[in-house]
């Protein structure tokens, strides 16, 4: 098979409507490499940095309530710091770069996807994107 390892995949492919920040950036604990009291960072098998993590929040109107909010696990050797939150929004809009998704089975026999980034950025509309429809999105 030519597909080996996580495949690449564009931040418009993963949320063509934008997502927001919905939490903090920490650490991804490893779980095997940790014991009783001593925490562990999980690093990337493929890269070897450090991982991170933050839960964001898919605004395609179409998801259902438990499917909006995702982890995205995001590879750097220092904690990404969030974008700066954007006045008259509850939530921080942010996009990704050097997204990969690997899909996996999860403890429920349903098919899932983890989802990682090389780089968080601050959101190029500042918005949600845009619908496709809209005289803003054409332009």
Not at 9 to 36: I, L, M, R, W
Not at 42 to 68: C, F, H, N, Y
Not at 78 to 92: C, I, K, N, R, Y
Request: with cysteine; glycine share 8%.
């Amino acid at each position: 098979m030519a597909i080996q390892g996580p495949i690449p995949v564009t931040f418009a492919q993963v949320f063509p409507h934008g997502c927001y920040s919905v939490g903090d950036v920490e650490p991804v604990k490893d779980f095997e490499a940790s014991t009783n009291g001593r925490f562990v960072q999980s690093r990337d098998k493929q890269t070897g940095e450090l991982v991170w993590q933050i839960p964001v929040m898919d605004a395609d109107p179409s998801l259902k309530a438990a499917q909006k909010t995702v982890a995205v696990k995001i590879l750097a050797p220092v904690q990404p710091v969030p974008p700066a939150s954007v006045a008259g929004l509850p939530f921080t809009p942010v996009e990704f770069d050097g997204l990969t998704i690997t899909p996996y089975v999860n403890g429920s026999g349903r098919l899932a996807y983890s989802i990682k980034a090389r780089q968080m950025l601050t959101s190029r509309t500042n918005t949600a994107a845009k619908p496709t429809g809209s005289k803003e999105a054409a332009a």
